[in-house]
């Protein structure tokens, strides 16, 4: 593979919607977007790939194989969030295109064929995050009259929604390369992140309710502020999730206070509780422990908003992984996924696999977003190697 294409493909589709502060803009529904998603098409054309746009604005790139229609897919997203980065997402759509570039020129026969998707809509947005390959995979919730409404106004018809399903009953499997968005490879000097699943992510919207009063008139010792309150059940769920450990996460953010008033003692806030792990029983674990405690420090109310359950990497997928890695000679590691990926969506009709390359610093979703070409090589090898031996 001519590594260098990936840093030029990369570099010619990011230049669509980058600003002079180095932010990447090509958001769902934008015209950047459907500007990128045609150079993407060219790009896949060029790779020697037959093409198509489906009907929610999928880029999809085939390399036959004459053997047999059972399938490969590869992929990644073309969208990015408002001034982005110029990794997330187009990392793996140019690399699965170049590896597949490669496979066809050196006119190995496919025992498989070979089927890259650059998806639309990765990203959060008004049809829901993982919109194309939600859409591929028949997710989508098209008995909603506000869901059709909102396609309607994106331009995307309910038999178009409908219409992008369907064809997965030939998948095999669904690769993805992509940066790692957190800090984990760049810290430990790990080269190559092998995922075993993405973690699930549970909301929930927290009141807490006191009394509200005058606040030069009502002396401490008579208060029940429940501001103070819920500064203290914040504090409870950061210790719990702590205590928890195996990467748990717990965060609250969206606090709004009722009277929010310079004078007036609040009588309730209302906030927004998120946790995510790879494990349901530890997210039950959580709640239960939580809720408990909470209900000690003040009158709370817990009301689920969201719930994605965790997803599996293909285990077979991974050992896999595990021996190109040993193989290469890569520093590599086992890890989950924190971020949601288009392989939520994917999974639940075909195995997955997912190769992870540092994020400098951590750092994503800001144009600060940084992996070097070295990086970007190895994983594309990693890919690449993958795909030879799941097709070839
Ligand atoms: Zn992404």
Redesign the pocket.
């Known amino acids: 593979m001519v590594h260098e294409r990936i840093k030029e493909g990369m570099l010619r589709i990011a230049a669509i919607g980058t600003h002079e502060n180095g932010g990447t803009n090509r958001v769902f529904g934008s015209e950047n977007f459907s500007a990128g998603q045609k150079e993407v098409l060219r790009y896949f054309e060029e790779c020697g790939l037959e093409t198509e746009i489906d009907t929610v604005g999928n880029v999809h790139g085939i390399l036959r194989s004459s053997e047999s229609d059972e399938e490969i897919w590869i992929g ?2 073309i969208d990015t969030v408002v001034n982005g980065g110029i990794y ?2 187009l990392l793996g759509v140019i690399a699965g295109a170049e590896c597949l570039r490669e496979i066809g020129k050196s006119g190995s026969r496919l025992k498989k064929t070979l089927h890259l998707v650059g998806t639309n809509g ?2 959060g947005n008004a049809m829901g995050g993982t919109f194309g390959s939600r859409a591929m995979m028949g997710l989508l919730p098209t008995e909603d009259p506000e869901y059709l409404k909102t396609g309607a106004e994106f331009g995307y018809s309910k038999e178009a929604l409908l219409q992008a399903s369907g064809g997965t009953e030939k998948a095999r499997c669904y690769l993805e390369l ?2 790692e ?1 957190g800090p984990t490879l760049d810290t430990e000097g790990d080269q190559i992140g092998i995922v075993t699943g993405i973690v699930g992510l549970r909301r929930y919207r927290v009141t807490v309710h006191g009394v509200s009063n005058h606040s030069g008139t009502t002396m401490m010792k008579d208060r029940n502020d429940a501001l103070v309150s819920a500064a203290r059940v914040i504090l409870t769920g950061d210790r719990i999730a702590k205590e928890i450990g195996n990467n748990f996460v717990e965060t609250v953010s969206l606090l709004t206070l009722y009277p929010a008033s310079a004078a007036v003692i609040p009588e309730k806030v209302v906030m927004t509780l998120e946790i995510r792990n790879e494990d349901e029983a530890l997210m039950d674990r959580f709640m239960q422990w939580y809720s408990t405690e909470i209900r000690e420090i003040a009158d709370c109310e817990i009301e689920p908003l969201v719930s994605k359950a965790p997803v599996s990497c293909d285990e077979s997928l991974v050992v896999m992984l595990t021996e190109i890695c040993e193989e290469q000679k890569l520093r590599y590691r086992i890890m989950p996924s924190g ?1 949601t ?1 288009d392989g939520n969506a994917m999974a639940m009709k075909m195995p997955i696999g997912m190769i992870f390359i540092p994020s400098v610093r951590g750092i ?1 979703h800001s144009p600060e977003e940084y992996t070097s070409w070295e990086d970007v090589y190895r994983g594309a090898d990693v890919l690449y190697e993958a795909i030879r031996r799941l097709a070839l």
């Open positions: 990644s997203h997330d997402g990765e990203e992509h940066i968005q971020a990926h994503s």
